[in-house]
């Protein structure tokens, strides 16, 4: 019985280690620079299916993006280190946004939609899209503290890795640790 017990717990463990996740261990040693804030789980994390407001005014969550790569980004309209950190989320979208990863910013608080249009504008930012957290729901159920935070999702939505404060998403370092985390889905 012993046996068949530690034979399925080997098994189990190591269907775990084949969902992608071992090889964020990849990606966590090439982290340099910026991304030295960058904390990866050591197991996937579960998300929340708290909604938020999406561009369009819709009501969506979190599994709407579902089947990709998510860098998820918290910002607000105030926040001088988002001001600094949102054309490099921009640059990422640019270059690696598709059917694999995409950049996911989320106004978070009070954030009027010309103020935050008037903010993308002035920072000469057009691809990333205006969803809303106005109550902080979503920013809460994920312990959002302070912004901007970054979360970075799996395509089965779970949180793998996080990071506090703004960061150069642009940089060789970041694409590359994104395009690993990509790699290791595929």
């Not at 819709?58 to 860098?71: E, P, R, S, Y």
């Not at 990422?92 to 694999?100: E, H, K, T």
């Not at 002035?122 to 901007?148: K, W």
């Amino acid at each position: 019985m012993r046996k068949l017990i530690s034979a399925l717990l080997y098994t189990a463990i190591m269907g775990l280690a084949n969902t992608g996740h071992a090889d964020v261990a990849a990606a966590d040693a090439m982290r340099e620079g910026d991304m030295r804030k960058l904390i990866f789980h050591s197991a996937p994390m579960a998300s929340t299916d708290e909604p938020f407001t999406g561009e369009d005014g819709q009501q969506m969550t979190l599994a709407d993006f579902q089947g990709k790569h998510i860098v998820l980004n918290f910002w607000a309209t105030w926040c001088a280190p988002c001001r600094k950190e949102m054309p490099h989320l921009s640059a990422l979208q640019d270059a690696m946004g598709g059917s694999d990863m995409e950049v996911v910013t989320i106004a978070t608080g009070r954030n009027p939609l010309p103020g935050m249009q008037r903010f993308l504008e002035e920072i000469e930012v057009d691809n990333l899209p205006l969803h809303t957290d106005p109550r902080q729901s979503l920013a809460r159920a994920m312990g959002v503290l302070g912004l901007p935070v970054t979360v970075i999702l799996d395509p089965q939505g779970r949180e793998i890795g996080r990071m506090q404060g703004d960061a150069d998403w642009s940089s060789e370092n970041a694409m590359a640790i994104m395009q690993t985390l990509i790699d290791a889905e595929g």
